[in-house]
Structure formats: structure tokens, C-alpha cells
């Protein structure tokens, strides 16, 4: 049976690698170009990229008193690979160099690395903070290239360059009835390297990538950041995070293994037992993968084995995987419901009808007169318009219909300036800050909300998507009017 920080490692190795290698898998391909994208700590002096020099994880424990907490560090260190020819005067760089049937790449790869530490919450709770050095020593290596007569041809020099970074640990005591405690813990790399121009790939070797720690507990538990009971969401909410996520790892209902990840994951995060092994694209389809790696051709394949040795393990992975497991990748059903102890799972019982809501018409005074319920799929009662669309309620009318916002009236061909933010917004509503839009129809959703269908004013696509009814939405308060009414001629026109 898995124990807790077994499940952890599994999904650790996922973080790790994710994105390492992408499809095809080889060097040349553009998108393993630009390459460790996630949880990358860079040399403080190396400022030309986002990148950052560290992260801070804190999190909360409860009834930790006397317990010991164990850390591990774990991180990918970037391992040059370059093939030189050889030459009359010497060896010279190039990027590939076919010899005995083989190719040989000039390509980085990378070697995992982990740091263990053991700290006392008494410890930390009475002495302060603790610092944890982290230094990896460099090394160098080369690997000639024979040629078909023992000649050589050439060699493959490799090695990491030094590394030095830190652990700071430290605890305090949230004040309140409860006993938590908030555990902190910063990476930092500490490398005093001066980049001096130097690019992102010179930087990486210097860097920490992918970084992310596993914390376990003796004794005590880890609180859930993301969903923390009531009495310990305010702590819950004033810890700080900063390029880093933590969560619980292992089975749900076990709270004594937190993973704090560069990518944000959800708590108790588990590998589908489907997958078949690492293919670096955690969030694609493994059947996808599978299918498009068998399509690679006889070039591509020689090129992706020669790119890293990982890649050739996938190659050899979906040529070997049986059809029973290549079967297994197309999907699979789970139940809410786990079967008990006997192997069995009891046969689940019939849904109960709901309560149907206005305009319903799964029930119709022909059906109850009948004493049969019709079915929203019977073509004989079921109405053109399904009971949730607006047309099927007289008294609704998105065309028509108006909100009054600040006073004014809003309604479809009202201008109004988009000011998202004032609720939770993404990324992409960021973005549409201070744009001009016009309303195209006022929507009433089935909790009495109101929201504004929108296309926006300077957008050469609007009429594309305002006759296929493809609409930014937005809420009343995400909106600030500059007209009021509605246009009397059709918007668009």
C-alpha cells in the first residue's frame, strides 16, 4: 500500500518534470526551444527575465506542539551537453555529428537533486529562524565519439556548474484559541554569479528549476489553504505565498504531507492510474500523445533518441505499451461512491425527480391529467424551446430588457466602459479594462442575477460574433454606463 509521501513523490516526479521535453521530444522541434518553465530560481544578480531569485511557502499546523519537521528540497540542475568535431587544431562545437550509426546532439539536460533537513518546532518556536545552506558541487566529463575504425571523431563534453542556495526555516504561533502555528519557509538561491549580458540559457545553469519542496509532519497536521475549516480561514488567509502553492498530498483525509508546487494544483492531487509512465505534458491527453508519437517517423524517431535519454525512454514506452493498456488510455468511468469492504458495489438507487422549475415542461397539464411525466426528449412533449432558454418565459426578454446601473438605464445598444476587477476577474477581463463596449442584451440567469452580453466597440470582429451570438459577459457593477437607453435601429445595421 502507498504511504503518504509515496503518492507525494509520484505527483513531486510530475511537477518536476512538467514541460521537460515536449512533443515531438526533439531538440529542434520549436516549442523545446525555450525551455524550464516552471519554479525556476535564477542568481539574484540575473535580472533580464520575470524569473526570480526565490520563493516563500507558509502554511499552518495545528496541535504540532513538539513535533519535528522534515524537508526536502527538490529540484532539476541543468547538465550541459555539447558535441565537438574533432580537427586538425582541436575540437569545435557543432550542433550534431552522425558516427557509427549513431547521432549525438548538442542539447541540455538535467540531473534531479534533493536536500533533506529535520527541524524542531520547539526549536524554531524558541530560537528563531534556521538557515539551511545548500551547496551542490560542479563537475565536468567527456565521452569521445569513436568512429567505424577506432578512429575518433569527435567527443561529448558535459557537465553542471556549482549551484549554492539556502533554506530559511522559521515558525510563530498564530494568535487565538486554536494552538496553530504558521510554518515558513524560503528557497533562495544564492549564487553570486554577475550575469553581465549573459542570456536566459547561461542563467539556467546557475538555477534551481522546477523547484518545490515536500514538508512532513511527526506529529500534529498541515491546515488546507484552499478549503480551511471556519475557525482557521483567517489565519488560513493572511499567509503568504509568493511563486509557490502548497497542498496536501496523499489519500484524502491525510494531513501530515504538504507539496508546495510551482504549478497550482488542487488538494490531494493524485496521478490517474491509466497513465502509462512521465510523458512531460501532464495536462494533455495521454491517448493523444501516445497516438501522435507512433505517427513520428523513422528521422524524427533517431532525432528524438539522440535528443535526451528520457525521450528515448518514451519512444520505447508507447512502441512496447500492449492494446490492453493503449485501450485504457481512451477513458474510463469512476463512482462517487467507492465499493465497500465485500468488492461489491450496492446497484445505486434511482435519481428522485426534482422539483421542476417554472416553465418546466417535463410537467404539462396533458402529462399530470395523464399521469405520465413526459420527457425532455419525447418529440411529442417536448416544445420547440427548451424550458431553460429565455423564449420559453413570457416575461423574459433579453433584446428588451433593461438594468438600471448608477442610475441609467441599460439595455441592448447602450455604450458602456468595462471596469472588471471589482469581483474575481481572470487574466483575459484584465485585459479589457477601460474598452468601450455596447450591450447586447440584458440576460436573467435562473438565480434572478443580471448579466450584460457585450461586443466591444473597436473590435473589427464584432459583427462576426454578434451574428453568432458569441458575447463577453459581464455582471452590473463590471460595467460603467455612457449613454442611456437603447437604440432604436438594430445594432449593427
Given at each position: 500500500m502507498d504511504t503518504p509521501m509515496d503518492i507525494a513523490r509520484r505527483v513531486a516526479d510530475t511537477v518536476l518534470y512538467e514541460g521537460y521535453l515536449l512533443y515531438p521530444y526533439r531538440a529542434s522541434a520549436a516549442k523545446n526551444r525555450v525551455r524550464w518553465q516552471f519554479g525556476v530560481l535564477v542568481p539574484p544578480a540575473f535580472t533580464a527575465t520575470a524569473e526570480h531569485p526565490a520563493n516563500l511557502t507558509e502554511c499552518l499546523l495545528e496541535e504540532a506542539a513538539g513535533a519535528d519537521v522534515r524537508l526536502l528540497l527538490r529540484f532539476l540542475h541543468v547538465r550541459t551537453r555539447v558535441v565537438e568535431r574533432a580537427e586538425d587544431d582541436g575540437y569545435w562545437p557543432v550542433r550534431e555529428l552522425h558516427a557509427a550509426g549513431r547521432t549525438h546532439l548538442t542539447f541540455d539536460e538535467a540531473t534531479e537533486r534533493e536536500v533533506e533537513a529535520v527541524v524542531s518546532i520547539t526549536g524554531l518556536l524558541d530560537g528563531g529562524e534556521r538557515v539551511i545552506e545548500?551547496?551542490?558541487?560542479?563537475?565536468?566529463?567527456?565521452?569521445?565519439i569513436p568512429g567505424p575504425s577506432g578512429e575518433v571523431l569527435g567527443r561529448v563534453v558535459t557537465g553542471h556548474l556549482p549551484l549554492e542556495a539556502a533554506l530559511r526555516v522559521s515558525a510563530e504561533r498564530v494568535p487565538g484559541p486554536y494552538g496553530l502555528v504558521r510554518l515558513r519557509i524560503r528557497v533562495e538561491n544564492t549564487d553570486p554569479w554577475e550575469p553581465r549580458g549573459a542570456p536566459r540559457e547561461e542563467a539556467l545553469r546557475r538555477s534551481l528549476v522546477a523547484a518545490h519542496?515536500?514538508?512532513?509532519?511527526?506529529?500534529?497536521?498541515?491546515?488546507?489553504?484552499?478549503d480551511p475549516p471556519e475557525w482557521a480561514r483567517p489565519a488560513a488567509e493572511t499567509c503568504r505565498n509568493e511563486h509557490t502553492w502548497p497542498v496536501l498530498v496523499g489519500e484524502p483525509g491525510h494531513r501530515d504531507v504538504m507539496l508546495?508546487?510551482?504549478?497550482?494544483?488542487?488538494d490531494h492531487p493524485?496521478?490517474?492510474?491509466?497513465?502509462?509512465?512521465?510523458?512531460?505534458?501532464?495536462?494533455?491527453?495521454?491517448?493523444?500523445?501516445?497516438?501522435?508519437?507512433?505517427?513520428?517517423?523513422?528521422?524524427?524517431?533517431?532525432?528524438?533518441?539522440?535528443?535526451?535519454?528520457?525521450?528515448?525512454?518514451?519512444?520505447?514506452?508507447?512502441?512496447?505499451?500492449?492494446?490492453?493498456?493503449?485501450?485504457?488510455?481512451?477513458?474510463?468511468?469512476?463512482?462517487?461512491?467507492?465499493?465497500?469492504?465485500?468488492?461489491?458495489?450496492?446497484?445505486?438507487?434511482?435519481?428522485?425527480?426534482?422539483?421542476?422549475?417554472p416553465g418546466d415542461p417535463r410537467r404539462?397539464?396533458?402529462?399530470?391529467?395523464?399521469?405520465?411525466?413526459?420527457?425532455?426528449?419525447?418529440?411529442?412533449?417536448?416544445?420547440?424551446?427548451?424550458?431553460?432558454?429565455?423564449?420559453?418565459?413570457?416575461?423574459?426578454?433579453?433584446?428588451?430588457?433593461?438594468?438600471?446601473?448608477r442610475g441609467m438605464t441599460v439595455a441592448r445598444g447602450s455604450r458602456v466602459r468595462l471596469v472588471p476587477g471589482r469581483r474575481r476577474a481572470d487574466a483575459h477581463d484584465m485585459f479589457l479594462a477601460g474598452r468601450t463596449a455596447r450591450v447586447e442584451a440584458v440576460l436573467l440567469d435562473l438565480d434572478g442575477a443580471r448579466h450584460l452580453a457585450v461586443t466591444l466597440e473597436e473590435d473589427p470582429g464584432a459583427d462576426l460574433y454578434r451574428s453568432h451570438g458569441r458575447f463577453l459577459y459581464f455582471a452590473p457593477d463590471e460595467v460603467e454606463p455612457l449613454d442611456a437607453g437603447w437604440a432604436d435601429e438594430e445594432v449593427g445595421a
Amino acid at each position: 500500500m502507498d504511504t503518504p509521501m509515496d503518492i507525494a513523490r509520484r505527483v513531486a516526479d510530475t511537477v518536476l518534470y512538467e514541460g521537460y521535453l515536449l512533443y515531438p521530444y526533439r531538440a529542434s522541434a520549436a516549442k523545446n526551444r525555450v525551455r524550464w518553465q516552471f519554479g525556476v530560481l535564477v542568481p539574484p544578480a540575473f535580472t533580464a527575465t520575470a524569473e526570480h531569485p526565490a520563493n516563500l511557502t507558509e502554511c499552518l499546523l495545528e496541535e504540532a506542539a513538539g513535533a519535528d519537521v522534515r524537508l526536502l528540497l527538490r529540484f532539476l540542475h541543468v547538465r550541459t551537453r555539447v558535441v565537438e568535431r574533432a580537427e586538425d587544431d582541436g575540437y569545435w562545437p557543432v550542433r550534431e555529428l552522425h558516427a557509427a550509426g549513431r547521432t549525438h546532439l548538442t542539447f541540455d539536460e538535467a540531473t534531479e537533486r534533493e536536500v533533506e533537513a529535520v527541524v524542531s518546532i520547539t526549536g524554531l518556536l524558541d530560537g528563531g529562524e534556521r538557515v539551511i545552506e545548500v551547496l551542490v558541487p560542479g563537475d565536468h566529463a567527456i565521452e569521445p565519439i569513436p568512429g567505424p575504425s577506432g578512429e575518433v571523431l569527435g567527443r561529448v563534453v558535459t557537465g553542471h556548474l556549482p549551484l549554492e542556495a539556502a533554506l530559511r526555516v522559521s515558525a510563530e504561533r498564530v494568535p487565538g484559541p486554536y494552538g496553530l502555528v504558521r510554518l515558513r519557509i524560503r528557497v533562495e538561491n544564492t549564487d553570486p554569479w554577475e550575469p553581465r549580458g549573459a542570456p536566459r540559457e547561461e542563467a539556467l545553469r546557475r538555477s534551481l528549476v522546477a523547484a518545490h519542496l515536500l514538508v512532513s509532519v511527526s506529529a500534529g497536521a498541515f491546515v488546507s489553504l484552499l478549503d480551511p475549516p471556519e475557525w482557521a480561514r483567517p489565519a488560513a488567509e493572511t499567509c503568504r505565498n509568493e511563486h509557490t502553492w502548497p497542498v496536501l498530498v496523499g489519500e484524502p483525509g491525510h494531513r501530515d504531507v504538504m507539496l508546495s508546487s510551482p504549478i497550482i494544483l488542487y488538494d490531494h492531487p493524485d496521478i490517474a492510474p491509466e497513465s502509462p509512465g512521465a510523458l512531460f505534458d501532464a495536462t494533455e491527453i495521454d491517448e493523444l500523445l501516445h497516438l501522435r508519437t507512433l505517427t513520428l517517423t523513422e528521422e524524427e524517431t533517431r532525432e528524438a533518441r539522440a535528443t535526451d535519454s528520457r525521450a528515448a525512454g518514451i519512444i520505447d514506452m508507447v512502441g512496447e505499451l500492449p492494446p490492453e493498456m493503449v485501450e485504457r488510455l481512451h477513458g474510463v468511468i469512476r463512482y462517487l461512491n467507492a465499493p465497500g469492504r465485500s468488492g461489491a458495489a450496492p446497484a445505486p438507487e434511482p435519481p428522485a425527480e426534482p422539483e421542476p422549475l417554472p416553465g418546466d415542461p417535463r410537467r404539462t397539464p396533458s402529462s399530470r391529467a395523464s399521469g405520465r411525466e413526459s420527457s425532455p426528449w419525447d418529440p411529442e412533449q417536448t416544445p420547440v424551446t427548451p424550458w431553460w432558454d429565455p423564449g420559453s418565459d413570457p416575461t423574459v426578454s433579453p433584446g428588451t430588457d433593461s438594468v438600471t446601473i448608477r442610475g441609467m438605464t441599460v439595455a441592448r445598444g447602450s455604450r458602456v466602459r468595462l471596469v472588471p476587477g471589482r469581483r474575481r476577474a481572470d487574466a483575459h477581463d484584465m485585459f479589457l479594462a477601460g474598452r468601450t463596449a455596447r450591450v447586447e442584451a440584458v440576460l436573467l440567469d435562473l438565480d434572478g442575477a443580471r448579466h450584460l452580453a457585450v461586443t466591444l466597440e473597436e473590435d473589427p470582429g464584432a459583427d462576426l460574433y454578434r451574428s453568432h451570438g458569441r458575447f463577453l459577459y459581464f455582471a452590473p457593477d463590471e460595467v460603467e454606463p455612457l449613454d442611456a437607453g437603447w437604440a432604436d435601429e438594430e445594432v449593427g445595421a
